[in-house]
């Protein structure tokens, strides 16, 4: 498994996936320390799981300091929440994943063109529900975090374009 580690500087930086030989592909802010095993733990979900082929993106959690975790977010009648309650100890599907740190399957990014913005947190929730909408699903590896700023811990006050198809498949996957 190949995975290509983009760091993200400005706008630009994206469209580097497409230049990309690999089979993964990861976004990440300039300065970030990650551990040794950070990648090898969030491939290990693909790896571990080669007949799934919806995986597209597993996303860590996202460690706030000061705060507890955040494991994904639940888009809500009004706003999209963090959720900071943990469903499993192994990965699990979310409704939104976090964008920096996650690794994506380049075959989803060229199927879905995204368009990225340098907001961490739009592009996650815009990525996560183009994935879902295309029949593709998002992960979260609870036990792999990623440093995360405070903003991210707070609800998101408007609410995004769900599909009705993506609520159905998250209603039957009992996913959030």
Known sequence: MKLT???VNNQDDYLAWKDAESEFISFVPPGRTISDG???ELLSVFADRPLFRKLSMVSPSIDIAGESPVYGWLVSPTSIMPSRIRSSTEPYAVQIGYLPG???KKTALE???PKFTMADLDNSINLSLELWDSGLRCF???KVSFEGEHRHGIPIKYQPVVD???RKIWKREMVG
């Open 38 to 40: 950070y990648f090898n």
């Open 164 to 166: 009705e198809k993506v």
């Open 140 to 142: 979260i590896h609870p």
């Open 102 to 104: 996650a690794i994506i």
């Open 5 to 7: 580690i983009i760091t």
């Open 111 to 113: 199927r879905l063109q």
